[in-house]
T-cell receptor, first 112, second 114 residues
Framework: EPEVTQTPSHQVTQMGQEVILRCVPI?????FYWYRQILGQKVEFLVS????????KSEIFDDQFSVERPDGSNFTLKIRSTKLEDSAMYFC??????????FGNGTRLTVT | KQEVTQIPAALSVPEGENLVLNCSFT??????LQWFRQDPGKGLTSLLL?????REQTSGRLNASLDKSSGRSTLYIAASQPGDSATYLC?????????????FGPGTRLSVLP
């Protein structure tokens, strides 16, 4: 069965550094998402992406965040200047219209 | 604003029991509702998706129901096994913005004791 793949599985970075989290969504999916989960808390929506543009974003997704689909397969989340509170699991997901949402295994981001 | 809650927050049962997990949402304007399983430190695995026009979906020992008008869904697990131990999350797909966003509940942490 097709999968959403994310790399790296774990990223450690220093406060103020830029990080790029990478995702390969399922190939025939049209909608792409980033969610995050701070340890012990709910899964929170960050951003959705459709037709090469952001279709919705949450209050969490401020100017330090950006997303890109640089080619036909990858979908990236960039955090420009990481803060301690950005430490979380970041999940990429993809779907088609009203079909099930499929998640990757996540990237654990640790900001020190 | 759509809010999703789940009760109980945690549940511990002996192996073989049938159990029910509950999910409530405040806005009945949803496209669908999806149940997920999350193992510690892992991603979310899709279990069942119920469209807003459906009443229930079944997969193996799992049965999910949806009562959109009352804002409730249940996940029924039959003959529970230790391998079912995980956190179970429900998520609703909002109607606004063409259903781009899922809102998640906090999850129910299930422990099935051998």
């Amino acid at each position: 069965e097709p999968e959403v793949t994310q790399t790296p599985s774990h990223q450690v970075t220093q406060m103020g550094q830029e990080v790029i989290l990478r995702c390969v969504p399922i190939s025939n999916h049209l909608y792409f998402y980033w969610y995050r989960q701070i340890l012990g808390q709910k899964v929170e929506f960050l951003v959705s992406f459709y037709n090469n543009e952001i279709s919705e974003k949450s209050e969490i997704f401020d100017d330090q965040f950006s997303v890109e689909r640089p080619d036909g397969s990858n979908f990236t989340l960039k955090i420009r200047s990481t803060k301690l509170e950005d430490s979380a699991m970041y999940f990429c997901a993809s779907s088609n219209s009203y079909s099930p949402l499929h998640f990757g295994n996540g990237t654990r981001l640790t900001v020190t | 604003k759509q809010e999703v809650t789940q009760i109980p927050a945690a549940l511990s049962v002996p192996e073989g029991e049938n159990l029910v997990l509950n999910c409530s949402f405040t806005d009945s304007a949803i496209y669908n509702l999806q149940w997920f399983r999350q193992d510690p430190g892992k991603g979310l695995t899709s279990l069942l998706l119920i469209q807003s026009s459906q009443r229930e979906q079944t997969s193996g020992r799992l049965n999910a129901s949806l009562d959109k008008s009352s804002g409730r869904s249940t996940l029924y697990i039959a003959a529970s096994q230790p391998g079912d131990s995980a956190t179970y999350l429900c998520a609703v797909r909002r109607v606004e913005n063409y259903g781009q966003n899922f809102v998640f509940g906090p999850g129910t942490r299930l422990s099935v004791l051998p």
